[in-house]
């Protein structure tokens, strides 16, 4: 790889959505309408109700005092959690000595009684609005994942189904894999959105994998689903390791927001251009590692 095969504008995410760019790496987008910011405040509002908020401030409160930091407002709990386990897992790697003994482990990793609450708590935040949406119904649910990060699985199907069309009827071929790099919080919401409750449940560990495998044999096709090297089963009534490729499709598709709920992201995706001769969006194989 080289500076002219992935300039800085390819691979940087801006600040707004923009043509040629990883914009849809940023959550959140679809904010024109008012609709999502009207929706992240009802489920703001509600969090303080979920059974496990006392935890959740309880555990800050104790992160801040072992980390120097001032006690946080009840609505800033999860960030400082988010904030001071990111240094932890920095600090412990990289070889600095001056983590907190109580947020390692006996090995001398990120770790331990404090830090393995305070990873729980701060990932039931991160998908509490996932989560209280789906409480709601599958409409509410779809309507908040749509807009929050559904818009990604439109970049995961394109991808997909360039390889599907290429190798059903031929013509350029897509590139057969694509690695994604992004961080826990685009990996979270899309374990929530496939079901994989167990799997979002906690902050995906560093260096995560979830990876798309599309496969096919005597012209059908299906997709395996792994997260950090475990097979999942994200589609209705799976039993095996493969999921029937229009079945999985539809999982995804039902989730992309239309152009009208999510301007901001069909306004800038429809203006992807070609590039060196091919998509740069357009994998058979969508591995994604944090």
């Known amino acids: ?132 949406f789906k409480s709601k119904g599958p409409a509410a649910f779809r309507q908040f994942a749509s807009l929050y990060y559904g818009y990604y699985f439109q970049v995961v199907l394109q991808r997909m189904r360039a390889m599907v069309k290429y190798q059903s009827s031929g013509g350029e071929q897509p590139p057969a894999m ?34 798309f495998e599309l496969l096919s044999k005597d012209g059908a096709f299906a997709v395996r689903t792994l997260y950090n090297g475990a097979v999942q089963k994200p589609c209705a009534n799976q039993t095996g390791q493969l999921c029937p490729w229009a079945q999985f499709e539809a999982l995804l598709a039902q989730f992309v927001p239309p152009r009208k709920e999510c301007p901001e992201f069909w306004n800038a995706w429809s203006g992807t251009r070609l590039r060196q001769g091919r998509r740069q969006d357009q994998p058979a194989l969508e591995s994604v590692l944090l």
Do not use: K
């Open 1 to 132: 790889p080289d500076v002219d095969e992935f300039p800085p504008p390819a691979v940087l995410v801006p600040s707004s959505p923009a043509p040629n760019t990883p914009f849809w790496l940023t959550a959140g987008i679809c904010t024109s309408t008012g609709v999502l910011p009207r929706l992240l405040a009802e489920a703001a509002a509600a969090f303080p109700s979920n059974p496990r908020w006392h935890e959740l401030t309880q555990a800050a409160a104790r992160m801040a005092g072992v980390s120097g930091h001032p006690v946080p407002p009840g609505n800033r709990s999860a960030e400082l959690l988010d904030n001071v386990m990111d240094c932890a897992i920095v600090h412990t790697c990289s070889g600095l000595e001056d983590t907190p003994a109580e947020l390692v482990d006996a090995w001398g990793h990120p770790g331990g009684d404090l830090f393995d609450t305070g990873d729980e708590l701060e990932t039931l935040s991160r998908v509490w609005p996932l989560e209280y």
């Open 178 to 211: 694509i690695i994604q790099v992004m961080s826990d919080g685009n990996i979270s919401p899309q374990l929530a959105m496939l079901g994989l409750d167990q799997a979002a449940a906690r902050r995906p560990p560093y260096l995560s994998t979830l990876l």
